[in-house]
């Protein structure tokens, strides 16, 4: 019996280049999760609508857990390199002059359980690195962020819930 590759699906937001969803593909392809289906948000919603710059549908452990494979180290680095490409930070309004810009990170998501986890432009090494060995069964509800002050993936829903 083979394994199956896990399969991912790519759901982009309208302002992601065509050059970037092409590189989103070829990385999500070389780290062994080939995107099935690429498609675009509708181009009538509002940017506030969505809040992820790309939003990627695999099955999260799977993809997570061969990401520590030494084979896929280079891949995943590469991968890396496109998250801050593709995700956009947060910025303030340049000198209190029109609108800040609102964080639109890439969200990978698991199309079982629903459980998300929120890929930042800036975030830092170490945040990779917990990522890679991260069991998500200690999680019931997302999406996940990195809290760079306790140096931990968490769930605020979670913990809100007790």
Do not use: C, N
């Not at 940017?47 to 710059?53: F, G, Q, T």
Request: hydrophobic residues 45%.
């Amino acid at each position: 019996m083979t394994d199956v590759p896990p399969r991912a699906e790519l759901l982009l937001a309208q302002e992601v280049p065509d050059d970037l969803a092409e590189e989103l593909v070829a990385a999500l392809s070389a780290l062994g999760a080939p995107p099935a289906r690429t498609r675009r948000t509708i181009g009538h919603r509002g940017v506030a609508d969505i809040p992820w710059a790309v939003l990627v549908s695999l099955p999260l452990q799977a993809f997570l857990g061969g990401l520590g494979a030494e084979a896929m180290k280079d891949a995943y680095a590469s991968f890396k390199g496109l998250v801050r490409k593709v995700a956009r930070p947060a910025s303030p309004a340049p000198d209190g002059l029109g609108e800040a810009r609102e964080a639109r990170p890439l969200l990978l998501q698991d199309p079982v359980g629903g459980l998300g986890v929120v890929l930042e432009a800036d975030l830092p090494a170490e945040a990779y690195e917990r990522l890679v060995g991260l069991d998500l069964t200690a999680f019931s509800a997302g999406p996940l962020h990195y809290d760079r002050a306790q140096g931990r993936w968490r769930s605020v829903l979670d913990e809100a819930a007790g």
